[in-house]
C-alpha cells in the first residue's frame, strides 16, 4: 500500500489512499476504499451516543461496525467510546478489510478488534459472532438500511442499540414515493417537515421488522443534515413489547389546505375529510407514531458532549443543544414560511411564535430538522391566531 496520506479524526490516525479524500464527485479513478470526511458529524454523535451508554451500562460494550469502510467509525468506539471492550469491524470489500486491518494497527487496537470480510446481513446472524449478542450496531451503508435491518435487530442483546444511517432521502422524503414503498413498504408526503416523515417511516419499517421477531422497538435519538437521517433506537426483547411498538404504529393525516396534521392508529383508514376544514386530507404510512427522542438520554449526551475532548466542535454542540431542546417537544413541526404563506404575510421571527405560543399555555420549541421550525401542541387555529398578531395581518384563513 503505497503513497498514502494520514489524516486525523478523533482521537484516531488513518492511513488512506489520497483519492479517498477528495471530494465525492472528484474520485476517479474510484478509490479501493470508502472515506466521507463531510460525515465527521454524523461519527461525532455516534461516539457521543456511544460514550452516554457506555457510562450508564457500566461494564464494556461490544459494538459492532458492520459496514465499516476505512474502519474509522469503530475504531472511534474503541479510541473514544470510554467502556467499549471489543468492537467487529467487516466490510464486504477485501480492499477496505486491508485498511481497516492497517488502520487497527497504526491505532494500536489489534488486541479489541476482531476483523471480518462479510456481507453484513451474514456476519450479524453468525452464531460465532455475535455470542451473546451486540450492545451497539451500526449501519452505515451507501443509501439505503432497509437490507439490513432484521439481521441487525437479531444481533442486538436485550436492550442494545441499533444505530442507522439512510441517504436515500429522495425516496423517503417524498420525491421517489414507489421506491419508498418498495424500500419500507410505506406512502411519503412531501410536506413542509418531510425530514420528520422520512425518519418516521425508517422507524417505522425497523419497528415492523422488530414485531415479526417479537422485539419491541425505543427510539432514542434521531437526526438529520441534508445528505442523510439518522436514527438510534434500542430493540427489546418479548411478545409485550412488540406489542406496545404495534400501538405506536400507524398513519399520517394532513391537510394541505390549513396545515392541520394527526396520526391515526393502524385500525383506521387514513385520508377522508379535514376535521378542521373540510379538505380532502393526504397520508403517509404506515410509520411510527411514538417519540422519536429519550429526553433523558438526549440530555445525558449534552452532558456527555459538554464534558467530552468533542466540545470544542461548534456545528456538533449546536445540534446537541437543538436536540436536547426539542426532544420533549410535540410530534410533527411547523415551518414559519408555510404557515406565514397561507395568510399572504412575510413570516414573523420563529422565537416570536414560540414565546407567544408558550404564553397562550402551549408547548413549543424549535427544532434542529428546520431552522424555521418550530414544535408545538398548539391546534393549526391558535397557530394562525399567534401568526396573525405577530404579522398584524387580517386575511381570513381556511
Ligand atoms: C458508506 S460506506 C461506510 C462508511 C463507514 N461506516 C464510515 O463511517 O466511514 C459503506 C460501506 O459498506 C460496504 N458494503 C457494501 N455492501 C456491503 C454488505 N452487503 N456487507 C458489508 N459491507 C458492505 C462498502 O464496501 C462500503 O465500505
Redesign the pocket.
Known amino acids: 500500500m503505497k503513497e498514502l496520506i494520514e489524516v486525523k479524526e478523533g482521537l484516531v490516525r488513518l492511513k488512506l489512499p489520497p483519492q479517498a479524500l477528495k471530494p465525492l464527485g472528484e474520485r476517479k479513478p474510484k478509490p479501493p476504499?470508502?472515506?466521507?470526511p463531510e460525515?465527521v458529524l454524523?461519527?461525532d454523535v455516534a461516539v457521543l451516543v456511544v460514550r452516554t451508554l457506555s457510562k450508564a451500562a457500566g461494564e464494556g460494550l461490544r459494538v459492532c461496525?458492520?459496514?465499516?469502510?476505512?474502519g474509522?467509525?469503530g475504531l472511534r468506539f474503541l479510541a473514544e467510546g470510554l467502556g467499549v471492550k471489543e468492537a467487529v469491524l467487516?466490510?464486504?470489500?477485501p480492499d477496505?478489510v486491508r485498511f481497516i486491518q492497517l488502520n487497527t494497527e497504526i491505532n494500536g487496537l489489534s488486541g479489541r478488534v476482531e476483523i471480518y470480510n462479510?456481507?453484513?446481513?451474514v456476519?450479524l446472524l453468525e452464531r460465532k459472532v455475535r455470542l451473546q449478542g451486540f450492545d451497539f450496531v451500526?449501519i452505515?451503508?451507501?443509501g439505503s438500511p432497509a437490507s439490513?435491518v432484521q439481521s441487525a435487530v437479531l444481533s442486538l442483546k436485550p436492550g442494545g442499540v441499533l444505530a442507522a444511517t439512510a441517504t436515500d432521502t429522495a425516496p423517503l422524503s417524498g420525491t421517489y414515493p414507489r421506491v419508498c414503498l418498495r424500500r419500507y413498504w410505506a406512502r411519503p408526503l412531501k410536506t413542509e417537515y418531510y425530514p420528520e416523515v422520512a425518519v418516521r417511516i425508517l422507524l417505522g419499517f425497523i419497528a415492523r421488522n422488530c414485531t415479526t421477531v417479537d422485539r419491541g422497538l425505543e427510539p432514542i435519538l434521531v437526526h438529520r443534515t441534508t445528505q442523510y437521517i439518522r436514527v438510534y433506537a434500542r430493540v427489546h426483547r418479548g411478545v409485550k413489547t412488540a406489542e406496545e411498538t404495534m400501538n405506536k404504529m400507524g398513519y399520517l393525516n394532513h391537510c394541505f389546505r390549513c396545515l392541520h396534521r394527526f396520526f391515526v392508529d393502524l385500525d383506521t383508514p387514513p385520508g377522508g375529510k379535514c376535521p378542521n376544514c373540510g379538505d380532502r386530507l393526504s397520508w403517509a404510512g404506515p410509520l411510527w407514531m411514538g417519540r422519536i427522542f429519550d429526553a433523558d438520554f438526549c440530555h445525558k449526551l449534552r452532558e456527555e458532549y459538554i464534558t467530552s475532548h468533542l466540545s470544542s466542535k461548534r456545528e456538533l454542540g449546536r445540534l446537541i443543544e437543538a436536540i436536547d431542546a426539542e426532544s420533549r417537544g410535540a410530534a410533527t413541526y411547523y415551518v414559519t414560511d408555510r404557515v406565514s404563506s397561507l395568510l399572504k404575510a412575510s413570516p414573523p421571527a420563529k422565537n416570536i411564535i414560540i414565546e407567544n405560543l408558550r404564553k397562550m399555555g402551549y408547548t413549543a420549541t424549535p427544532t434542529h430538522f428546520d431552522g424555521k421550525g418550530f414544535r408545538t401542541d398548539a391546534p393549526i387555529r391558535d397557530i394562525i391566531m399567534v401568526f396573525k398578531k405577530t404579522s398584524g395581518s387580517s386575511k381570513p384563513t381556511p
Open positions: 476504499v470508502f472515506y466521507n460525515a454524523n461519527r461496525d458492520a459496514l465499516a469502510g476505512c474509522v467509525r467487516n466490510d464486504l470489500n477496505a462479510l456481507d453484513a446481513r456476519l451500526d452505515d451503508p451507501f439490513f
